[in-house]
Structure formats: structure tokens, C-alpha cells
């Protein structure tokens, strides 16, 4: 649920309901247990949660090939050296990975020549990481999810309106989530530019 009290893709969250209705219509739904209504927005949201979960998981354990790689240029850039814009926009994403260690300070900055090349490896690197990531992404089911949200688009209001016997508020049905929408949420890493390799 973000910030603003919404559940992501448009859902209602149950506090919604807290002084929108007559007291007795509340004491009439609760009398009744979790209402058929809220069972299927959570449903729908552990779905997502999980969904999302396995995916930056699989993201992290990918992410491993790349630290050695990473951790060395790193070293050097923490003993100051310089580094293109592009490596230390790539560098910070593969660092700010939970599974990262650092590595013992170098003793020294590697050269400009030095981080051109190793600069120009890792970036080989991250376009084989994304190549591979990408395909991954978009492979990913959504059969579970897509038949969740279809089911709340349907059912919703109407479970919603049974349970606050013949309440009516509006609803506004949720975008079903789509691969495209995976891979605005779960990309790869920054592109190095060319002319560092």
C-alpha cells in the first residue's frame, strides 16, 4: 500500500471505509466476518507483493555475477578515481544490491587508461545482464495476478455493495498488469556509453 493510504493499481484498502458509512451498516458487515470484498482486495494485493518479491529476488541472485566486476572499480573510485558518468550511474545501481560487499580500499586510483578498460568490460557485462534480464522479465506469468484483478473488476462493487447492504460508492476498475508494465518496474541496469568501452 503506498504513502497515500492506496493500494497500488487502484485498489481500495479496507480503511476506506472508516466514516463513509452509516455506523450500523459497518456493525452489519463486521457482524458478518472479513467481507467477501476485502478478502478479494487482499488477495489481490499479497498476489502483486509476491509477484514483485520473486522478481527483485531473481534480480539480486543475477546481480552476483556482476559484483567482482563492480567491486574493483569501486575500490578504486572510494581511493579517488575518476569515473565516466556512465560507469558510476551503472556502479551505484549493481552496489545498492542487498548481496553486495565491498572490497578492501585500493591503495591507489586506477588510471584513466585503466578505468577505460575496465570500464569497457563491465559494460560488456551489463549488456549481456540486460539482454538476458529483459527475456526474463517478459517471460514471467501473469496468468495469476491478470485473473485476480479481472475477478476485482468484476466482483468487487458488487461484493462491496452486498456487504454495506445496497451502499453504492464509485469504482474505478484497475489496468490488468501487462509485461510491458514488468519491465517499466523491474528494468535493467544503465547502458555505460559507447565510447568508454
Known sequence: MSAGGKIPG???PEGV??????????????????????????????????????????????????????????????????L???????????????????????????SPRRVAIKAGRLRRRILDFNARWLHYVAAVSLEEVRSLQMGYNRWYPLEREFALRGVRMSFTPIRLLDPEDLIR???????IAEEVS
Do not use: Y
Open 84 to 110: 565516466p558518468p556512465g560507469i558510476a550511474a551503472a556502479l551505484d545501481e549493481i552496489i545498492s544490491d542487498p548481496r553486495f560487499r565491498p572490497g578492501a580500499p585500493a591503495q591507489s586510483a586506477l
Open 10 to 12: 487502484g485498489m481500495e
Open 17 to 82: 471505509l472508516a466514516g463513509a458509512f452509516p455506523e450500523e451498516k459497518l456493525a452489519w458487515a463486521a457482524a458478518l466476518g472479513v467481507p467477501a470484498f476485502v478478502r478479494r482486495a487482499n488477495a489481490l494485493e499479497e498476489a502483486q507483493s509476491t509477484l514483485h518479491d520473486r522478481i527483485r529476488a531473481e534480480r539480486s541472485r543475477r546481480l552476483r555475477f556482476l559484483h567482482a566486476a563492480a567491486r574493483e572499480i569501486e575500490s578504486s573510485r572510494r581511493a579517488g578515481a575518476v
Open 185 to 191: 518496474m523491474h528494468p535493467g541496469l544503465p547502458i
